[in-house]
């Protein structure tokens, strides 16, 4: 990351400043901050997926289906796991999952093995042109969140990665 020169600054105001600044004339007596953090965080999830989407998109690729096919890369070779785990680690129901195995098996992207473990159960794995796409779409996506954040010094990323995983620690059940 390089450091922030005074010209990539953000603009002193932004989106959530104007209505932040409705509620001041409104309702001048609430405390605001709070809100306007919250809608940072929101606008800012929704810029950041259409920026992720341009690049899944260059692979004829959803945000879904790069997550699935990501998912069952980084388990490692070979490449497979029970719908179970992929539905639990995707936070989808087992009716979405079956859906979506079913899409990505149209498109030869995934492939249902028979489970050594279980005789009752398939295994989705990775097709080889599964394989071949997703390390493709997954070296332009790193490069394009090192894009993204390209404004942001180390130390800021770092403060920002920090402060996120303390939000997500308040957020998440069981955590």
């Known amino acids: 990351m390089k450091p922030i020169a ?4 953000p603009p002193a105001t932004d989106a959530v400043d104007a209505i932040l600044e409705q509620w001041q004339q ?28 341009r690049v ?10 790069f997550d699935v096919l990501v998912t ?11 719908p179970t785990q992929l539905f639990s680690t995707l936070m989808v129901t087992s009716g979405t999952m079956t859906h979506r195995m079913n899409q990505l098996e149209k498109r030869a992207l995934i492939e249902r093995q028979a489970n050594p473990e279980d ?6 794995a990775l097709s080889a042109s599964g394989l071949q796409l997703i390390d493709q779409a997954l070296e332009a996506h790193v490069a394009n969140q090192r894009r993204i954040l ?17 939000l997500l620690a308040l957020l998440e059940p069981g955590q």
């Open 150 to 166: 390209a404004g942001l010094d180390d130390e800021a990323v770092e403060r920002l990665d920090h402060s996120l995983r303390q």
């Open 72 to 82: 069952l890369r980084r388990s490692g070779a070979p490449y497979s796991l029970a």
């Open 119 to 124: 005789a009752r159960s398939k295994l989705v």
């Open 26 to 53: 409104q309702r001048p007596q609430l405390d605001t901050r709070l809100m306007g953090l919250i809608g940072r965080l929101k606008r800012s999830a929704a810029l950041l997926q259409q920026q992720l989407d």
């Open 6 to 9: 005074n010209h990539d600054l």
């Open 56 to 65: 899944f998109n260059e692979f004829d690729l959803s945000a879904w289906e």
